[in-house]
């Protein structure tokens, strides 16, 4: 019998077997799996099992339900395999042992080189240590955003771990803007030239469409692209590609999340943006929650 196991959070460690062909997961006690995450919705997600196949539904949830590299559409199904980690909230679950075999081992090293089998050949290999690398990320992200109680040290935390699991990404920033008024209160900077990490440079009018407009700005080849004004500046700048997304609360831009390569064009994939995007959702849910601790903590 399949069961779902818990990878982080207050239920770490605990495992449910699905006993029923429909369970549901969430926050309320009502649940045939509870997860006392505040982040996560009170009915979140539904699992079905249909013979030997599972599925999941997310049940509108308030921030959703990332797997496989992108955002499930509210009530709309999708198969889910054993071992690809579903991040729900700032928590991850998983189906099936083979989640904790491959995913834990992260917490001890970022090694990617376990093996994957005599079948399929590099192509095989090459895709499973992408899939490692970003099950990684979400998990570390969760861990981090979650455990630490002082912000920017997490946000710090979570650059360096972008850092060290991309190795294609040359320089990083995240800011952190006022929601009121805009203005930007603190940066966050990282490269891998040592002379210039301090105060990283980054394009401004990248940030500032972005922080703006609410939205994702992606050129993965900025030599190449035409008539985009955006595109130009980063010509002049040398910088060979970027990728921008906003650090959202609700719909509130608390900041920006800014990475961009100035050696490589194409430095960042397809499923980077929903990555990312799913990144900055958190840390924009961390950020809020700081905020309130601290309101709280005045009274």
Same mark, same amino acid.
């Given at each position: 019998?399949?069961?779902?196991?818990?990878?982080?959070?207050?239920?770490?460690?605990?495992?449910?077997?699905?006993?029923?062909?429909?369970?549901?997961?969430?926050?309320?006690?009502?649940?045939?799996?509870?997860?006392?995450?505040?982040?996560?919705?009170?009915?979140?997600?539904?699992?079905?099992?249909?013979?030997?196949?599972?599925?999941?539904?997310?049940?509108?949830?308030?921030?959703?339900?990332?797997?496989?590299?992108? @955002?499930? %559409?509210?009530?709309? =199904?999708?198969?889910?395999? /054993? *071992?690809?980690?579903? $991040? &729900?909230?700032?928590?991850?679950?998983?189906?099936?042992?083979?989640?904790?075999?491959?995913?834990?081992?992260?917490?001890?090293?970022?090694?990617?080189?376990?093996?994957?089998?005599?079948?399929?050949?590099?192509?095989?290999?090459?895709?499973?240590?992408?899939?490692?690398?970003?099950?990684?990320?979400?998990?570390?992200?969760?861990?981090?955003?979650?455990?630490?109680?002082?912000?920017?040290?997490?946000?710090?935390?979570?650059?360096?771990?972008?850092?060290?699991?991309?190795?294609?990404?040359?320089?990083?920033?995240?800011?952190?803007?006022?929601?009121?008024?805009?203005?930007?209160?603190?940066?966050?900077?990282?490269?891998?030239?040592?002379?210039?990490?301090?105060?990283?440079? @980054?394009? %401004?009018?990248?940030? =500032?469409?972005?922080?703006? /407009? *609410?939205?994702?700005? $992606? &050129?993965?080849?900025?030599?190449?692209?035409?008539?985009?004004?955006?595109?130009?500046?980063?010509?002049?700048?040398?910088?060979?590609?970027?990728?921008?997304?906003?650090?959202?609360?609700?719909?509130?831009?608390?900041?920006?999340?800014?990475?961009?390569?100035?050696?490589?064009?194409?430095?960042?994939?397809?499923?980077?943006?929903?990555?990312?995007?799913?990144?900055?959702?958190?840390?924009?849910?961390?950020?809020?929650?700081?905020?309130?601790?601290?309101?709280?903590?005045?009274?």
């Amino acid at each position: 019998m399949a069961k779902i196991y818990i990878l982080n959070g207050p239920e770490q460690g605990k495992s449910f077997e699905i006993e029923k062909d429909v369970i549901t997961v969430g926050r309320g006690r009502e649940n045939d799996i509870q997860i006392l995450d505040k982040t996560v919705s009170r009915r979140h997600l539904e699992i079905i099992r249909r013979g030997q196949n599972y599925f999941a539904r997310d049940l509108k949830s308030l921030n959703g339900t990332f797997f496989n590299g992108k @955002y499930m %559409k509210p009530d709309e =199904e999708v198969e889910i395999l /054993e *071992g690809n980690p579903i $991040v &729900i909230g700032m928590s991850v679950i998983c189906l099936g042992k083979g989640c904790v075999e491959h995913v834990m081992p992260f917490l001890d090293s970022i090694e990617l080189t376990k093996d994957v089998g005599n079948e399929g050949g590099q192509a095989v290999q090459h895709r499973s240590k992408t899939n490692q690398k970003i099950m990684e990320l979400i998990y570390s992200a969760s861990h981090i955003l979650e455990e630490s109680a002082n912000i920017r040290r997490a946000l710090e935390d979570l650059l360096d771990n972008i850092f060290s699991i991309l190795k294609r990404i040359e320089r990083g920033v995240i800011l952190l803007t006022d929601p009121v008024t805009g203005q930007i209160l603190e940066t966050i900077s990282r490269s891998r030239e040592p002379a210039a990490r301090e105060g990283t440079a @980054y394009s %401004k009018e990248v940030v =500032e469409r972005v922080l703006g /407009e *609410g939205k994702a700005v $992606v &050129i993965a080849d900025a030599h190449s692209a035409r008539g985009d004004e955006i595109a130009e500046t980063l010509k002049l700048s040398k910088i060979a590609s970027v990728m921008c997304v906003p650090i959202m609360s609700g719909s509130r831009v608390r900041g920006a999340l800014y990475l961009d390569s100035v050696s490589s064009p194409h430095c960042f994939r397809k499923k980077d943006l929903s990555l990312f995007m799913d990144l900055g959702k958190r840390a924009g849910i961390a950020i809020e929650n700081a905020f309130l601790n601290e309101s709280l903590n005045r009274y």
